[in-house]
């Protein structure tokens, strides 16, 4: 399975809240004929690491795509530049932050790319949604279902939202 994690803390003069952004982004990943298979729940949480930065709406989805790992990542920059991130200090706020979080089993660790993404055992705003849309799906480098990995994570406030 290919996991993109989608995260936003800041509207925009183009998207009115963090949800929209959130939601702009799925639909720029479609128009690049990115398969859309599944898609968790939008999760409201608190900006690691702790900073007085707005909190993160946050979700997960899984994709197909014939773009092998590398490109699907450049088309994930290319999209955040689009819909106005920009980059420069590190853990910023930001519009739109797309993470390739998983691209099947590979595991890659290059210059630019690491897979699967090196924090994802660490964050349960990427663990639990991807354990809401994939209770199977098994870490590859750590051989745990990601719900076993998500009860190392209880003590992370992380809240569902209705909508």
């Known amino acids: 399975m290919i996991f993109i994690g989608i995260g936003s803390n800041l509207t925009s003069d183009n998207y009115n ?5 959130c939601r702009g982004s799925i639909e720029l990943l ?15 949480t608190l900006p690691i690491p702790a900073s007085s930065q707005s909190n993160f709406i946050n979700g ?10 590398s490109y699907l990542l450049d088309l994930l920059l290319t999209i955040e530049a689009q819909m106005g991130r920009k980059r420069g200090v590190k853990n910023a706020a930001r519009i739109i932050d ?41 870490h590859p480098v ?22």
Not at 17 to 21: E, H, I, P, V
Not at 30 to 44: A, L, P
Not at 115 to 136: G, K, M, N, T
Request: glycine share 2%; proline share 4%; aromatic share 6%.
């Open 17 to 21: 809240s963090k949800l929209d952004a």
């Open 98 to 138: 797309l993470d390739l979080i998983a691209y099947n089993c590979e595991i890659v660790e290059t210059e630019t790319l690491t897979l699967p993404h090196p924090r994802l055992s660490q964050r349960a705003f990427v663990v639990r949604p991807i354990a809401e849309i994939a209770p199977d799906w098994r």
């Open 60 to 69: 997960v989805i899984s994709v197909k795509t014939h773009l092998d790992s």
């Open 142 to 163: 750590l051989g745990l279902k990601i719900n076993e990995v998500l009860t190392t994570l209880s003590d992370q406030k992380i809240t569902r939202l209705s909508y």
């Open 30 to 44: 479609r128009r690049n004929n990115i398969e859309i298979s599944s898609q968790s729940s939008w999760y409201e």
